[in-house]
T-cell receptor, first 112, second 116 residues
Framework: DAKTTQPPSMDCAEGRAANLPCNHSTISGNEYVYWYRQIHSQGPQYIIHGLKNNETNEMASLIITEDRKSSTLILPHATLRDTAVYYCIVRPYSGNTGKLIFGQGTTLQVKP | GAGVSQSPSNKVTEKGKDVELRCDPISGHTALYWYRQRLGQGLEFLIYFQGNSAPDKSGLPSDRFSAERTGESVSTLTIQRTQQEDSAVYLC??????????????FGPGTRLLVL
């Protein structure tokens, strides 16, 4: 599975957009980009995933570069409850058991 | 149920004792995964079930760890002769299918295991 690189920590002001980057320069054509987050003492929560097109749902937007070597998760109006560790994961479309390989993620601190 | 449930939520045991951790996946989900998260660390994959069979056990750290799943539903992770390094949060996830089509995994709240 492709490895991902994320900054260890980021701060964001409440109400502002939080932009979390992820590098996945060795991503293969059949690999999806997934984002999960883990709020303290809880299980990981699915946020969004995409293959090559930008995606948006009620939680966030995912912007994937044209060469697919990097992506950005955007939380449009961060709140204090968005403080969490955010994980960017790449995962094959098929031929795989589906296990997720988690890195260290980015700790996002939303400040009042 | 609405989501993945796990029990117990917390477990304290003495070194050398056996423990059983339970996972109830989302109804209809055929794939089930166990992960472990040590304090301050990321998640480590342990084992994956497709139905009742376990095609990938590559993450089980030793033969003290085993898991089973019955009826494409409940799964039990058993740790025999627990050691202090087994202390961690054990997380279960399920998905409708595994692998193909990028199926999304949904996680339970975890079982916090402390081995004294």
């Amino acid at each position: 599975d492709a490895k991902t690189t994320q900054p260890p920590s980021m701060d964001c002001a409440e109400g502002r957009a939080a932009n979390l980057p992820c590098n996945h320069s060795t991503i293969s054509g059949n690999e999806y980009v997934y984002w999960y987050r883990q709020i303290h003492s809880q299980g990981p929560q699915y946020i969004i995933h995409g293959l090559k097109n930008n995606e948006t749902n009620e939680m966030a937007s995912l912007i994937i570069t044209e060469d697919r070597k990097s992506s950005t998760l955007i939380l449009p109006h961060a709140t204090l409850r968005d403080t969490a560790v955010y994980y960017c994961i790449v995962r094959p479309y098929s031929g795989n058991t589906g296990k997720l390989i988690f890195g260290q993620g980015t700790t996002l601190q939303v400040k009042p | 149920g609405a989501g993945v449930s796990q029990s117990p939520s917390n477990k304290v045991t003495e070194k050398g004792k056996d423990v059983e951790l339970r996972c109830d996946p989302i109804s209809g989900h055929t794939a089930l995964y166990w992960y472990r998260q040590r304090l301050g660390q990321g998640l480590e994959f342990l084992i994956y079930f497709q139905g009742n069979s376990a095609p990938d056990k590559s993450g089980l750290p030793s033969d003290r760890f085993s898991a089973e799943r019955t009826g494409e539903s409940v799964s039990t992770l058993t740790i025999q002769r627990t050691q202090q390094e087994d202390s961690a949060v054990y997380l279960c996830a399920s998905s409708f299918l595994a692998g193909g089509q990028g199926e999304t995994q949904y996680f339970g709240p975890g079982t916090r295991l402390l081995v004294l």
